[in-house]
């Protein structure tokens, strides 16, 4: 029986140096991959022909960001908010799966406030809509709103700032006209 034991003891010490090494080398690649995103600084939104450059918010939504650029190059549908105003939305299942990836689900009462939560959108804010696991982009003026829920918050990640006119003509376009692809990927000025 004491043999036994020892043999217990001896296999417990070490197992716990290979999950000690695993989990340190698990640390360093995620330390890793963390400084390779933060290497992108923008990315480029592209709708039909016209595309747009969102600078990053890496310091009002680290998480979010860091989210983002790990699914990124990016495609999928665009279309019309129904409920918040001048914005356009995108959901998959894609934005869903990145959603549990990176811990981005508080209960719908308490969103996490480090990571730039808004219940308005502004001209050029680029938001994932944590609840709904979908991006928002407000080209005019909006409130991130809808049924069953009422007001729910956004996670501001990305600011375009330039060409903001063309980006409310195609806004106002695809309200009138219907859904297009877009594709994200990293700017590389």
Do not use: C
């Amino acid at each position: 029986m004491h043999s036994i034991s020892r043999i217990f003891q001896g296999t417990g010490v070490m197992l716990f140096f290979v999950l000690a090494s695993y989990v340190g080398h698990a640390q360093e690649e995620l330390e890793t991959a963390a400084a390779k995103s933060h290497a992108v600084e923008a990315i480029e939104i592209q709708i039909g022909d016209d595309v747009f450059i969102a600078d990053l918010l890496w310091e009002k939504a680290p998480r979010t960001t860091a989210a983002i650029v790990s699914i990124l190059p990016y495609e999928g549908i665009t279309y019309h908010q129904f409920w918040s105003g001048q914005g356009l939305q995108v959901h998959d299942n894609i934005l869903k799966q990145m959603k549990m990836d990176h811990g981005l689900w508080p209960t719908d009462n308490f969103p996490d406030y480090g990571e730039n939560p808004s219940i308005f959108g502004s001209p050029g804010e680029v938001g994932f809509y944590v609840i709904g696991h979908g991006l928002f982009l407000t080209y005019g003026k909006a409130r991130f709103y809808g049924p069953p829920e009422g007001v729910e918050p956004t996670y501001i990640f990305a600011k375009i700032d330039d060409n903001l006119e063309r980006f409310y003509e195609l806004g106002r376009h695809i309200g009138r006209h219907g859904q297009q692809v877009i594709k994200l990927r990293a700017h590389r000025p």
